[in-house]
């Protein structure tokens, strides 16, 4: 085992010999930085793994002979050498990115460089407080001269102010020293610890004194403006090490004073970096400059590291798990941004679509935002997991709200960011040069990054139980995506079947409904995909990253698996929704909404765990504590999926600018992930002793006025994708409102819609995006006549609206009778005749989609287009012949789900008579009206027929037009405006209030940062009172003035 | 004049604070533990007269490293920062003339001072002085010579091999100290002997290690005048 | 507060000074002068440090016929604390090369925009 000292010798050793040295060529110079970098990184991960695995014990390391506190010590323990190997690691990552810049620079920075990174080591080894201000101070001036790599007045005044800054912290810091001697007579941290510095008169002062140092050091908010100034005036690979190597060594300074600081300074530290974490994010959001916004991060990330500082004691045994796993998916990722900023040379966020010219490095990208905003699999999941949880067990329930919030603001700008880098037009920019020097250690970060995921998951015992196989899957078809698009999607099939017959055995009927909607569903629209030719890059990831998270959710035996399979939807439902031709702002949207929903998921989890930390799934059948509000927020979790209204505003978009055959995953399938999850809660909340009847009445109106809302915004689209869209948020509103009723058959109406809207939902999206990839528009006054051209998609689209409309003989008219019923039964009178208008309105807009995309005049531009692509059809047709068994034969589906249903809610059944259902208000046989109208459909389809033979089929121009040739063509189209008269009676419904509320609450925070944010006005003396402001507004409310 | 008070009412705020702990002070009659070990063993432990210098070359050694680092790392920032243009080197510092009275002492001053920096540094351990002290000592006779003559050329090639060997010597001594004695820096030795008290080859090594500090200081404050004195150049 | 020392008056000193800097820190427009002020805020502290060492009526801590010697030369009786004049070398040699560094940077911004006012170099904000 190499002493550590041997870090601290190596780097000054080669630091002072290079000047002699430095005749052999900067090249020399600069490998042998490397190879001192390598040996202290190798020194310790020799530490580290030994202390990890036990074959070697926390060791002190004594200079000059003598023991502590005569002379000053190190210590190499578990910590520390984390910490070091971090901070080493990144330094030869840095070191090899930098190498270029450094070398340009000459000898001089590079020595600089390496003695930066040695100090570090030492700031986290030193058992001595005033070694580690004189190391302190090392680190200050180094980072003050590394900024100086990149050649710019702009980084010389951000050095400049740094220096002014870290000069006034110094002061601050060497009063509280030499006073802490003055009272104790001794300088050893280890002493400190022994004695309690509180009870020396004075005392207190002194502590706050080095805290304050400390503190400051880790740039908190808002005395942090040279920081940010630091970020972005520094090279970007400097950056990198001031936001890995150099937070780190400053958090493990803190954590070494805060271990002799009381108890009490524990809270002020958590309030402090909780300010730090929303206040920094929040400006962030207003950022358009990449580096300062990924400053803005790294400094908001660093208050959230201060907040587990700060609940050390409370979060006890699990502190390192969440303290560890939040810094290194910080560390790693935003090391890895940094580092491709300075490849992708973009000041402005608009212009990292550049990056799509190397889509590896997008690859890197969204592995490193996901990261940081803590997305399964890495280890910030997990962290952000068990924090909230254990907050909300010890019941501060109002910190977890303070860290989501401010978890939500970083999501915002960092999506919007991704966003612009995945969609924004990028063919005015240049590509950019890539080195492979600089290249390889944003690799290592990315493998790194999900190395420790893997391995972090392993070490929790509560994450333990998840199923990576899906994962795995995902990545492989990542590896894979060179491949053409029919080799990927047979896998992707194959493997789905193949998961699907593993996991069916393993479940109850009612996740198996929704298993069969998820996988099957997923491999019939996945049949579609045969259509696209090419490789179609990226799709299949992300399409079964999708739809691993959706059968992880079915699976999910505890919370902390559901919550890891809903973000694991999210992320993939992202990428799918983002793939659409003008789909950036939608997909942000789905985002936002989603990211909110998922927090109000998990403070739900955290409450149900209050008292006691119980992971079990069905643990949200006994929450105990603010129940009604632990469920009311899992239902505004839920809802913020099934797009009920007010929510609902990301949805129309996304669904109506995907692709063809993503638009039914996400609207036909995806939507039931909202409803599965309200069939949990709403489980669960029948089942325990809560309160619970107004929320579900409240409940029971929110369906009902979305599914009227739905519908009304329906009839006025124009776009054919649109129109579906809206009428899928109508349809979730009926599949809302029949669950909210909490009655048998309230139930079992929920659950035929669910299955029905499935279907047919599937077969309208998949056949009109079939037709939208032949007519190229979605527009649907631009189509007409296609009933000539596609009679398959003809039969398709007709059979899809007469199953949704509800008219018998399909089957939706087993969900309307079913829902009459049952709203009859309730007694829910008012929002029963809401819904039967919706259902009225429901015709006005279906009737659109026959009449004006098939019937009527053939456009020019369509007369030679063919018929919907067959693979588009083959699961079409099979939906088509699941209506058609379902109409036959509800019986075969309904009475199964009833005796599912009977053991939630026992009374009032359907019974069933043979074909005959019956309920205390009447009786419906399927079987024998769908024989009837086909019979009766038969006999007038043969009379028209007969009686027509004799007629003379008109040709499309045997008609006169009278002369004039109108300004804007479509409006002579007979679809054109055709609901102008209807929309003059209801218009005042059409208003988008809630998207014109959601615009309200965006402009309000981005001109709240956009305003505040001017305290950082550029100036080093501003910065300066800051400081001294943030000391002394400390002092008041922490020592009282 | 919003600023004004407002900074007042820092300057206010710290004086309360400061105040504070000038409350805290009593004056002392005794010694804390701590110094009173080194009062009471230093000079045998070490066998250096001045116990300053023990403190700072032996019991606290690193810290000693570190303040030579942080020299190191500051003259190195310079160096590069304050780098000067290929065409700019050759560039003349246009000046008003030096006077006579200045030119004439520098030549007489600077060898005694450069004299006065040495003894400074070798008898740090005895009398009040030392490493950094001597260092300053001799750059301040460089500081002359540029005085006298703005143009005067420094041959940077001795500041480099002075500066690194004398670093490299510490860093070697220090681990040494790993190999052969107690621990990183332990410069006594054991074994070597500290030398008979109150004389020039006394308290171990150092004197030598001071000596390396003050040739280190020396190089690295006259790297740094160096090229405070070229920057002219480029203005 | 019974009796003024030497300490005290030193370190009424120190502190007095430090403020002075901080005063000269926040209100200087001229990049020079704040360095100076610095500087003085700087030797403020350090006037600090070695007046937390003084001990009531003792001398240096250098062993010479100036001061009372015990057996085995414990020289404990008679000298003031040594470490806070150890810690003020350090402190000095870390406050100089503070000062340089700033210097260096003065020079440089000066030559960039032939002005030393710290107002003019704003360029990052928000």
């Known amino acids: 085992m190499v002493t550590p000292i041997y870090i601290v010798a190596t780097g000054l050793g080669v630091g002072f010999a290079i000047g002699i040295l430095k005749k052999f060529g900067k090249n020399f110079t600069g490998a042998l930085v490397l190879a001192a970098l390598a040996f202290m990184t190798f020194i310790s991960f020799q530490w580290f793994y030994g202390l990890h695995y036990g074959s070697e014990v926390a060791t002190y390391v004594y200079t000059a002979g003598f023991k502590p506190p005569f002379s000053i010590n190190l210590l190499m323990g578990q910590y520390e050498s984390i910490a070091s190997l971090m901070i080493n690691a990144i330094g030869l990552l840095g070191g090899i990115y930098m190498f270029n810049s450094l070398k340009a620079r000459g000898s001089d920075a590079q020595v600089v460089y390496l003695i930066l990174i040695m100090a570090m080591n030492v700031l986290v080894m030193t058992r001595d407080i005033f070694n580690l201000f004189v190391f302190l101070e090392i680190v200050s001036i180094a980072i003050a001269g590394v900024i100086l790599l990149e050649k710019s007045d702009r980084s010389m005044s951000a050095g400049f102010k740094y220096i002014l800054a870290s000069g006034i912290i110094s002061t601050i810091l060497l009063l509280g020293i030499v006073f802490a001697y003055y009272l104790t007579g001794t300088l050893n941290i280890d002493d400190f610890v022994g004695i309690s510095l509180n009870t020396y008169k004075g005392g207190g002062l002194v502590i706050f004194l080095m805290m304050m140092a400390a503190i400051l050091e880790l740039k908190p908010f808002p005395a942090n403006g040279w920081g940010l100034d630091l970020y972005e005036g520094a090279d970007p690979g400097i950056s990198a090490i001031i936001s890995g190597a150099s937070a780190t060594a400053s958090l493990f300074v803190l954590y070494k004073i805060m271990a002799f600081a009381g108890a009490e300074w524990n809270y002020y530290v958590a309030l402090i970096g909780i300010i730090t974490f929303v206040g920094s994010n929040f400006f962030g959001i207003v950022q358009e400059n990449t580096r300062r916004m990924l400053g803005y991060s790294s400094i908001g990330q660093i208050g959230l590291l201060m907040v587990v500082l700060g609940f050390k004691d409370v979060l006890g045994d699990s502190t390192p798990f969440i303290l560890f796993g939040l810094l290194i998916s910080h560390y790693l990722a935003k090391a890895g941004l940094f580092w491709l900023s300075g490849i992708i040379k973009a000041k402005d966020l608009k212009e990292w679509s550049v990056i799509r010219k190397h889509p590896y490095f997008l690859f890197l990208m969204g592995t490193f935002v996901f990261a940081l905003i803590g997305f399964p699999p890495f280890p910030s999941f997990f962290s952000k997991f068990n924090f909230v949880l254990l907050l909300t067990e010890t019941g501060n329930i109002a910190w977890v709200i303070a860290i989501l919030a401010g978890s939500m603001l970083e999501a915002i700008y960092l999506f919007r960011w991704f966003g612009y880098a995945v969609k924004s037009e990028n063919s005015h920019i240049e590509k950019n040069k890539v080195c492979l020097h600089k290249s390889i250690p944003i690799w290592i970060m990315a493998l790194a990054l999900y190395g420790f995921s893997y391995y972090t998951s392993l070490s929790n015992p509560w994450s333990i139980a998840i199923n990576f196989i899906p994962l795995a899957f995902v990545a492989l078809l990542f590896v894979l995506d060179f491949l053409p698009v029919y080799i990927k999607n047979s896998l992707s099939i194959l493997g789905m079947a193949y998961y699907f017959y593993l996991v069916y055995p393993q479940l109850d009927n009612m996740r198996l409904i929704f298993e069969v909607i998820f996988i099957v569903g997923g491999i019939l629209t996945l049949i579609a995909g045969f259509a696209y030719k090419g490789t179609r890059p990226g799709f299949h990831a992300v399409a079964l990253l999708m739809f691993a998270g959706l059968t992880a959710i079915i699976e999910a035996k505890t919370t902390l698996e559901f919550f890891f399979g809903w973000e694991l939807m999210t992320a993939g439902s992202y990428f799918l929704i983002i793939r659409g031709k003008r789909s950036m702002t939608h997909a942000l949207s789905y985002m936002m909404f989603s990211i909110g929903g998922a927090y109000a998921l998990l403070a739900a989890f955290g409450i149900s765990n209050v008292g006691q930390i119980n992971l079990d799934l069905n643990q949200i059948g006994h929450i105990s504590y603010l129940s009604t509000w632990a469920y009311a927020l899992l239902i505004l979790g839920f809802l913020t999926k099934t797009a009920s209204v007010g929510l609902h505003i990301w949805l129309p978009g996304a669904h109506g600018e995907a692709e063809s055959d993503v638009s039914p995953m996400v609207s036909a399938i995806l939507l039931k992930a909202g409803v599965f999850g309200l069939v949990l809660t709403l489980i669960a909340m029948n089942g325990s002793d809560s309160q619970w009847s107004n929320l579900a009445y409240a409940l029971g109106w929110l369906g009902a006025i979305t599914a009227l809302s739905g519908n009304l915004m329906a009839v006025f689209q124009e776009d054919a994708k649109r129109l579906l869209a809206y009428s899928s948020i109508g349809q979730l509103g009926y599949i809302v409102f029949a669950l909210a009723m909490m009655t048998h058959l309230g139930w079992l109406t929920a659950f035929t819609y669910s299955i029905n809207h499935f279907m047919y939902k599937a077969i309208l999206f998949l056949t009109i995006g079939a037709v939208v990839l032949r007519v190229g528009t979605h527009d649907m006054y631009k189509m007409g006549g296609l009933i000539a051209r596609m009679p398959m998609a003809f039969i398709a689209v007709l059979i899809g609206i007469i199953a949704l409309s509800g008219v018998p003989p399909l089957s939706g008219f087993a969900g309307k009778w079913l829902f009459y019923n049952a709203v009859m039964e309730k007694g829910w009178y008012f929002q029963g005749i809401i819904i039967f208008f919706s259902g009225g309105l429901a015709f006005l807009y279906l009737w659109r989609l026959i009449h004006t995309i098939f019937l009527g005049q053939l456009k020019d531009n369509h007369r030679n287009v063919k018929d919907i692509s067959i693979w588009f059809a083959i699961p079409v047709y099979i939906l088509i012949g699941g209506i058609m068994v379902f109409s036959v034969r509800p019986d075969w589906v309904l009475q199964p789900l009833g005796n599912m249903l009977s053991p939630f809610f026992p009374t009032g059944q359907l019974n069933w008579d043979h074909s005959y259902a019956y309920t205390t208000l009447g009786y419906w046989s399927g079987t024998n009206v769908f024989i009837t109208i086909v019979i009766l459909f038969l006999i007038v389809f043969g009379i028209l027929a007969l009686s027509t033979r004799k007629a003379h089929k008109l040709k499309q121009f045997d008609i006169t037009y009278s002369g004039e040739k109108p300004f804007r063509p479509e409006t002579t189209h007979v679809a054109w405006n055709v609901f102008a008269g209807f929309y003059k009676a209801v218009w005042p419904a059409t208003i988008p209030l809630v998207a014109k509320f959601w615009d309200y609450v965006t402009d309000f925070f981005h001109d709240g940062a956009g305003f505040t944010r001017r305290i950082y006005s550029g100036n080093g003396q501003a910065y300066m009172m800051h400081i001294l402001y943030f000391i002394i507004i400390t002092y008041i409310v922490i020592i009282g003035g | ?235 | 507060m019974e009796y003024i020392t030497l300490g005290h008056m030193s370190l009424l000193l120190g502190i007095s000074l430090t403020v002075i800097g901080f005063w000269g820190i926040l209100t200087q427009k001229n990049i020079i002068k704040i360095i100076l002020s610095f500087t003085i805020a700087d030797a403020g502290v350090n006037i600090v440090i070695v007046s937390l060492g003084y001990v009531v009526g003792k001398t240096a801590p250098i062993i010479d016929n100036a001061v009372v010697q015990e057996a085995g030369r414990n020289v404990s009786a008679s000298v003031v604390d040594p470490i806070p004049q150890a810690l003020v070398l350090t402190s000095i040699v870390i406050g100089f090369g503070v000062t340089a560094l700033m210097l260096a940077f003065a020079m440089k911004m000066f030559t960039a925009k032939k002005t030393l006012d710290i107002n003019q170099f704003n360029e990052l904000k928000w």
């Open chain 2, 1 to 235: 004049m919003l600023k004004n008070i407002l900074i007042a009412l820092v300057l206010i705020g710290f004086g309360v604070i400061f105040y504070d702990l000038f409350m805290v002070y009593e004056a002392k009659t005794e010694l804390t533990d701590l110094a009173h070990y080194y009062a009471k063993n230093g000079a045998n432990e070490i066998g250096g007269a001045n116990l300053v210098t023990s403190i700072v070359v032996t019991y606290r050694g690193f810290d000693t490293l570190g303040e030579v680092t942080i020299l190191f790392v500051a003259a190195s920032i310079i160096s590069f920062f304050l780098k000067l243009k290929e065409d700019e080197e050759e560039k003349v510092i246009g000046s008003k003339d030096t006077t006579e009275l200045l030119v004439t002492a520098s030549q007489v001053l600077v060898p005694l001072i450069f004299l006065f920096g040495v003894y400074v540094f070798m008898n740090g351990h005895l009398t009040p002085g030392g490493g950094f002290q001597g260092g300053s000592i001799i750059a301040t006779g460089v500081a002359l010579m540029i005085m006298a003559n703005p143009n005067f050329k420094i041959n940077t090639q001795i500041i480099h091999w002075i500066e690194s060997i004398s670093g490299v010597a510490f860093v070697f001594a220090g681990v040494l100290g790993v190999l052969l004695g107690g621990g990183f820096l332990d410069n006594t030795f054991k074994g070597l002997g500290v030398g008979e008290f109150g004389t020039l080859f006394s308290a171990g090594v150092i004197p030598i290690i001071y000596s390396f500090v003050g040739l280190k200081v020396g190089a690295e404050i006259s790297n740094i005048l160096n090229k405070y004195q070229k920057s002219q150049k480029s203005i």
